[in-house]
């Protein structure tokens, strides 16, 4: 992980985005050029023609970059192993705007595991820190898709809750000294 200072890029190949912060889908057309901003948890804020993108991890390849690293268990995991990669795995899940994830702002308020079968499904309840955050649908598909790769998990439902409500006290201190609210 990174953090990008303006560091210039050519998209190799066309590649889906999400506008920041409207969360609408759009592509990004190979030979387009533009500049890393933020790359925080294999996923990517690039600014393009005066707008913010965010292009995920899987295609990293379009900006020149290596995709992030799959997670792993030991063998025979235990469901509290699998929580805790699942908890990892959502510290990858950034807001395109703000350098922290979602775990260390306080968004994710819980995080359980549920047998099903031979597998698992996780449940998740997270918040946004405003009601009308245009990137929730992408935050809440991102933690999906993430909480999704580890393995022995078959679904991952993350839910939006508004209760309790996001407060700046539910960041962790160093989220908290890196935005300065001290």
Do not use: H
């Amino acid at each position: 992980m990174y953090r990008a200072d303006n560091e210039p890029v050519n998209f190799t190949r066309d590649v889906d985005a999400v506008i920041v912060p409207a969360g609408v889908n759009v592509k990004l057309r190979q030979g387009q050029q533009g500049y890393i901003t933020q790359a925080l948890g294999g996923s990517f804020t690039v600014y393009v023609e005066g707008n913010l993108f965010r292009i995920a991890g899987k295609d990293a390849d379009a900006l020149g970059k290596e995709p992030a690293e799959t997670p792993e268990l030991p063998p025979n995991a235990s469901d509290e192993d699998v929580k805790q990669v699942a908890w990892q795995q959502m510290k990858g899940c950034y807001d395109p705007e703000i350098p922290i994830n979602i775990v260390d702002l306080g968004l994710v308020y819980e995080c359980e595991v549920i047998p099903e079968g031979d597998g698992r499904v996780l449940s998740i309840k997270m918040t946004l820190t405003a009601p009308g955050c245009g990137m929730g649908d992408v935050l809440k598909a991102d933690a999906e898709s993430r909480v999704r790769a580890v393995p022995g998990v078959d679904d991952a439902l993350v839910e939006i809750v508004w209760d309790p409500p996001w407060d700046q006290s539910r960041m962790s201190e160093p989220a908290r000294l890196e935005l300065g609210f001290f």
